[in-house]
């Protein structure tokens, strides 16, 4: 990443749109290839892990760990799908979005919903909570009460934040969220996705066995879950993220240096829907994930300014606790504490 200032960065990219707005057409065949290349081996996986269970369950953790991925696979479709940008046909894209929802346990609408707004406001302190991983500044840590501040640890926690949290947010927040009863459209898209859920997972155990498919099912999703909020927290959490006031706040910044560019080996970058290109995912959301490659290859000034991590780089990123206004980066609190002393003994 080339260090420049704000101004300098916007200067340097002025015609960011001209240079995506070729890439935001979608392919009908290439979509449809992707729906094949992703379904077809999460299914024949599933299935395996279904037979596998006859020989002995330690079989089936390999099988477990690859089909999690074909499921994050899946849901980068559904995810697509929500910015009506992996078909041409809004028709098309919501009936494939609601069908990946079924596998993914997330429900379509909603989280589109959710996540359209968490791209139109990425880095916004005051709207920090809605489509992103909580977060406190330096400043409101310090003003917690003793209880408040090991509540807010606790919460960072790695445990709780990638494997607690993932449980309460597929359980909880997607069923019944803020605007549950509120919003009578929002609450009845949840219940549709709900009952869809419901319904298909009691058809499945009632043919196959509902121990057996609640064992390979909710493993898979809770699997896929870790994986997802992995990726969300490394691609805007890392160390020099982007995090200012609604007053302040500058959209190309944010997409650029609010988003990471998480290079990965080939295989994973596949597997997870090329979505480590993240930073060009947020300067368009109209880019579909098999055009996203591209972009990144042919228009390297969109590159320049971005954070570039590898998988054991973003490793680094869990003892990223609290956002610092002053240092404009994410710190930990060994640096707090740190900070805290230097400043006492001055």
């Known amino acids: 990443m080339t260090s420049i200032s704000d101004k300098q960065l916007k200067d340097a990219l002025s015609n960011w749109k001209s240079i995506v707005s070729k890439y935001q057409t979608a392919d009908k065949k290439v979509a449809i290839r992707q729906l094949i290349n992703s379904f077809g081996p999460y299914l024949g996986l599933w299935t395996l892990t279904y037979f596998c ?28 799908c929500g910015h009506q940008s992996f078909f041409q046909s809004k028709r098309w894209n919501n009936f494939t979005g609601t069908v990946c929802s079924i596998f993914s346990g997330l429900p379509y609408r909603y989280w589109a919903k959710v996540h359209s707004f968490h791209h139109g406001h990425n880095g916004q302190l005051e709207v920090r909570d809605i489509g992103d991983i909580p977060m406190l500044t330096v400043s409101e840590y310090l003003k917690r009460s003793k209880i408040g501040r090991l509540k807010y640890r606790i919460w960072r926690n790695p445990f709780i934040l990638f494997v607690f949290a993932p ?23 949840q219940i549709f996705n709900n009952l869809s859920i419901i319904s298909v997972y009691a058809i499945l155990a009632l043919l196959i066995g509902w121990q057996r498919f609640l064992l390979i099912q909710l493993t898979l999703v809770f699997l896929f879950g870790i994986i997802a909020f992995w990726f969300f927290y490394v691609q805007h959490q890392h160390e020099h993220a982007y995090k200012e006031w609604k007053d302040k706040w500058d959209f190309l910044t944010a997409s650029i240096r609010g988003s990471t560019y998480y290079k990965l080996p080939k295989v994973f970058q596949w597997l997870t829907g090329n979505i480590g290109f993240h930073h060009i995912h947020h300067l368009s959301s109209l880019i579909p994930n098999y055009n996203l490659e591209k972009c990144f290859k042919e228009n390297p000034i969109l590159n320049k300014y971005v954070t570039t991590i590898t998988f054991w780089k973003s490793l680094s990123c869990i003892k990223n606790k609290l956002w610092d206004e002053d240092e404009g980066k994410m710190i930990s609190f060994r640096d707090l504490r740190n900070k805290q002393e230097f400043s006492r003994a001055a």
Do not use: C, M
């Open 53 to 80: 269970l006859d020989w002995g369950w330690y079989y089936t953790i390999p099988l477990f760990i690859i089909n999690a991925f074909f499921l994050v696979r899946i849901f980068i479709i559904q995810h697509d």
């Open 167 to 189: 449980i309460y947010y597929q359980l909880i927040s997607n069923r019944f969220n803020k605007e549950f009863g509120k919003n009578w459209r929002v609450t009845k898209q």
